[in-house]
């Protein structure tokens, strides 16, 4: 019998173990193994394009990049055509210094695209990283020099005092030095109180569903 070892069971020293055993097929495995977990029945009727279509997928993309040439500023490690008008938290992503943490599983919405099941609170995550505590959160960042972080789930309103507890834990020691924006689907979305709107709120609010930032 094969024995497979699931990395979301177990804690953050066992992942770096695991972490360090990682070959390309045991990432090919891990990799297939998370699709069928992910996608269930779905993963079934999944078409992945075999080598030969790879490369013609390719080929067509290079055809337009080179139609686009002189045209366009590439931003992003020049993945991204056009970065005019990009919102600080984008940029940030856009230089991959930005940490993005989620920080629930689960949503009060059901897009039918969404990546998850969605039907766990469980514990915040990041990188396979769980960070129950967000003060150990605050060191992580500090440790790796992260300039931008983004509060994902899930819904993170869904778990509201949560959320408001790894944002100002967050401020509190790194102020504007860390850019903070949370993505949200906006049906629980309320003002800050506008007493207090520096120690509470994100630099910027992402809508998952609608423009409303
Ligand atoms: S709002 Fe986001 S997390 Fe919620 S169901 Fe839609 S895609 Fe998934």
Not at 8 to 14: I, L, M, Q
Not at 159 to 181: C, H, M, N
């Amino acid at each position: 019998m094969k024995l497979i070892i699931h990395p979301a069971k177990f804690g953050n020293f066992a992942r770096l173990i695991l972490n360090r055993m990682k070959t390309p097929a045991w990432l090919k495995q891990y990799n297939i193994l998370k699709n069928q977990e992910e996608y269930g029945l779905k993963y079934n009727f999944l078409h992945f394009p075999d080598a030969q279509l790879a490369r013609e997928m390719l080929d067509e993309r290079d055809a337009i990049i080179r139609l686009l040439e002189n045209r366009v500023t590439w931003t992003h490690k020049s993945t991204k055509a056009d970065g005019s008008g990009l919102s600080e938290g984008c940029r940030i992503c856009g230089e991959g210094t930005w940490s993005c943490l989620f920080i629930n599983g689960i949503c009060n919405s059901r897009c039918f695209y969404c990546p998850s099941p969605q039907h766990e609170v469980g514990e915040p995550e990041t990188n396979s990283l769980i960070f129950p505590e967000p003060g150990t959160y605050v060191d992580y960042l500090k440790e790796f020099g992260f300039r931008g972080v983004s509060i994902s789930g899930g819904e993170p309103l869904l778990t509201f005092e949560k959320s408001l507890s790894f944002i100002q834990t967050v401020r509190k020691p790194l102020g504007d030095a860390v850019y903070i924006w949370l993505y949200t689907n906006g049906k629980l979305f309320q003002e800050c109180p506008a007493e207090k709107p520096n120690s509470c709120s994100p630099h910027r609010l992402g809508s998952t569903l609608q423009k409303r930032e």
